[in-house]
């Protein structure tokens, strides 16, 4: 499996940005995918899932500002990012399971990630 996330760059505080995560090798339709974002001298920390079926879970900061979804016609994760502020600055990875089907949670370890991509907030 392959995961190529794109869409990072640099905006303004109260901005918005969205990020995706071309997936090769799985259909997104049958996974349980994340997103997950990391600063320097920090733990990596989730953001969002969402299931094969299509159900969501979102970090604490994240509810109600940033939306995970799937385009399974383009096999492609999705973040919209709103209401951007200067904490969530980080480099911002896709996950994926490989298994087919199985639970989602925010605490799910997953076996498959992107390279990452730099989101800055000023």
């Known amino acids: 499996v392959q995961l190529v996330e794109s869409g990072g760059g640099s905006v303004q505080a109260g901005g918005s940005l969205g990020l995706s995560c071309a997936v090769s090798?799985?259909?997104?339709?049958?996974?349980?995918m994340g997103w997950f974002r990391q600063v320097p001298g920090k733990e990596r920390e989730a953001v969002a899932v969402i299931s094969w079926s299509g159900g969501t879970a979102y970090e604490r900061s994240a509810e109600g500002r940033f939306t995970i979804s799937k385009d399974n016609a383009k096999n492609t994760l999705l973040l919209q990012m709103n209401s951007l502020k200067p904490e969530d600055t980080a480099v911002y990875y896709c996950?994926?399971?490989?298994?087919?089907?199985?639970?989602?949670?925010?605490?799910?370890?997953?076996?498959?990630w992107g390279q990452g991509t730099q989101v800055t907030v000023s």
């Open positions: 090798g799985y259909l997104v339709s049958r996974l349980c």
């Open positions: 996950a994926t399971d490989v298994v087919p089907g199985t639970w989602c949670s925010i605490h799910k370890d997953f076996p498959n």
